[in-house]
């Protein structure tokens, strides 16, 4: 009976007993419960920090390798088409006048990769437009090696005599060369209008205007210049060792 009724007293107790209310609830929630919870939170999140934080690092890392397997491949691919296999592709020839590769050099001095390519090019573009004027214009191989051989040694020429112009202080104007351009417009009494001969060098040389300038008049106009000077110094020094020999 004892035992019943301890029982019974126990029922009794948890019926009567109220449920916590929300505002005694919200009370326990305090700023250290808070923070507990945040550095619990924290924490389990930490082993997903450095796994992130590895990935990151490894892909800068791979990128940096295939950047720098890219440049290496391309560069190779350059030097092969420039040196070896002697690419004179358009392609080739734009990518030289952006950037200045040297085909030779003179003295210290480069001789532009582009100008050997500009001449060379013009020179085969008039030998296929009148194959049927030119002697040997059909055996294309034999052509080619020809204008490859003009073009280097007018190439290294133009490099050589624009060493020599900065060392004489010698330079083409724009105006010495719209004279040349004017004089070359003139043809047995004819005057072309500038977009005639344009036209004309476009059509048999495939070069644009300033193409043209560059080869047909700023270049060899420098050249004379500097030969000229030199001339001039070269008897003046002769004269001035006659002197002293007479």
Not at 147 to 158: E, G, Q
Not at 205 to 234: C, G, N, W
Request: charged fraction near 30%.
């Amino acid at each position: 009976m004892k035992n019943i009724r301890e029982k019974a007293k126990k029922i009794r107790d948890k019926v009567s007993k109220k449920p916590e209310s929300h505002e005694s609830q919200i009370a326990k929630i305090t700023n250290t419960t808070l923070e507990e919870q945040r550095r619990e939170i924290l924490n389990k999140g930490k082993k997903f920090k450095y796994p992130v934080q590895y990935s990151k690092n490894r892909l800068v890392i791979n990128a940096l390798i295939i950047a720098g397997v890219i440049l290496i491949t391309g560069a190779s691919l350059l030097w092969y088409q420039l040196y070896q296999a002697q690419n004179t592709s358009e392609f080739v020839y734009r990518f030289t006048t952006i950037f200045p590769f040297p085909v030779a050099k003179v003295d210290g001095e480069k001789a532009l990769y582009s100008d050997y390519l500009m001449e060379y090019r013009a020179n085969m573009q008039i030998a296929n437009a009148k194959k049927d004027e030119i002697e040997g214009a059909n055996n294309i191989s034999a052509l080619s090696t020809l204008n490859k051989s003009k073009a280097m040694k007018n190439a290294i020429a133009n490099a050589y005599a624009q060493k020599k112009a900065r060392e004489l202080g010698i330079s083409v104007s724009d105006k010495e060369i719209s004279e040349a351009f004017d004089a070359q417009r003139k043809i047995q009494n004819t005057e072309l209008t500038e977009s005639a001969l344009y036209k004309i060098a476009a059509d048999n040389y495939s070069l644009s205007p300033s193409e043209y300038r560059r080869m047909f008049i700023e270049l060899p106009l420098l050249r004379r210049k500097v030969t000229a000077q030199i001339d001039k110094t070269a008897e003046s020094l002769k004269n001035d060792v006659s002197k002293y020999l007479s």
